[in-house]
Each structure stands twice: as C-alpha cells, then as structure tokens.
C-alpha cells in the first residue's frame, strides 16, 4: 500500500510519496525515513521544463522528483595546502543502490500521475523515454544536481564518538577554538 505524506501546502504543487512497505530495496536495506509516514521523494510540478534539453517552442509541464531520504554520502577534502585552494567536493549524488531504486520509483511514479486521465489534451508527449533501469539510470547520472537547501557536509554525532565533524556543541573534532555553526551539521 503506498502511503501519502501529509505535508504543509504551500502552492498546491507537491506531491511528498514513501516508497510501497513491500518494496524490494526496503528488503535488502535499513529504511533512511524517519518513520513510516515519512516521504522518500517528492514530486515537484511546475509550469515549464525545469532542465535542459529545453524544447525550442511550445508550452510544458514539468515533473521533477526529489529524493528526500538520501543514503549516499559525498565528502569535502583539501585540495592542496593552501588555504585560497578551491576544495575538493564529491556529492556522490545516487552512490547507493538505495538511491538509485528511488529515484527511478520517483520518475515511474511522476509518468503515472501526469498519464492519468485529468491531463489527457494537456499532457501529450514526454520529453524523457527511458523504461528499463539501466535507460533511467543513465538518464538521471546526466540530469541529476541539488535542488534548493543542500546541507550536511559537516556531520554532528554524540560527544566522544569517533566518528563525525562536530560534536552536540559545534566543536569541530581534533581541532581547538574552531566551531561550525551553520547549515553544514543538519
């Protein structure tokens, strides 16, 4: 049974969806949500093509998924000694088999909603034919990025654990006098 998340409105135009509990990845894997009303991805609809390749003419509707249950985790490393060096950054956006399963669900599951019969004259043609997993899996390794409030780069994780970047009171591990206080520890 799929369950929808109840959300805050705030335009009319999300859709916030957990994956069905008999899901086979949720056999193989530890569920990310929060619990079990808790979204994994989140449709986004919208007046427009939201990425490229953008048609020359025409008007659009856009369905953008929205992994909201992430297991992948990039990292952020010095590049070089000097402190105006740009860093290193890897998101490794869809490392996880976890990732990729519902992000290719998410797609499946916008076709379904934009196929219903309410958009038939409206909805007409999809710019994106990719079916099986390796066609969508390669169409989202080239279309995929961030959307709105990436955070976390800089993990929180109880006092005296070896593991994480900072402690419960900010203090970055191993380092004396340096904190982080921003949106890097969510």
Not at 40 to 47: F, P, T, W
Not at 101 to 119: D, M, N, S
Not at 143 to 154: E, K, N
Request: net charge positive.
């Amino acid at each position: 049974m799929r369950r929808l998340c109840r959300r805050r409105r705030t335009s009319g135009r999300r859709a916030a969806r957990a994956l069905q509990s008999d899901a086979p990845i949720l056999q193989t894997v530890t569920d990310p949500a929060a619990g079990p009303n808790t979204a994994h991805y989140e449709l986004l609809v919208s007046n427009g093509v939201p990425i490229p390749p953008y048609p020359p003419t025409g008007n659009f509707l856009g369905a953008t998924v929205v992994l909201l249950t992430p297991t992948s985790r990039g990292s952020i490393t010095l590049n070089s000694a000097k402190p105006l060096d740009a860093p290193l950054i890897n998101p490794n956006l869809l490392g996880t088999d976890f990732d990729k399963f519902t992000v290719r669900e998410a797609i499946r599951a916008a076709r379904r909603f934009v196929g219903a019969p309410a958009w038939t004259g409206y909805a007409v043609a999809q710019l994106n034919t990719a079916t099986t997993d390796a066609e969508l899996d390669a169409y989202v390794a080239g279309a995929a990025g961030t959307i709105f409030h990436p955070v976390g780069t800089a993990a929180m994780s109880p006092k005296g654990a070896s593991y994480g970047v900072v402690d419960p009171d900010l203090k970055v591990k191993g380092a004396s006098g340096l904190r982080i206080v921003d949106a890097s520890v969510i």
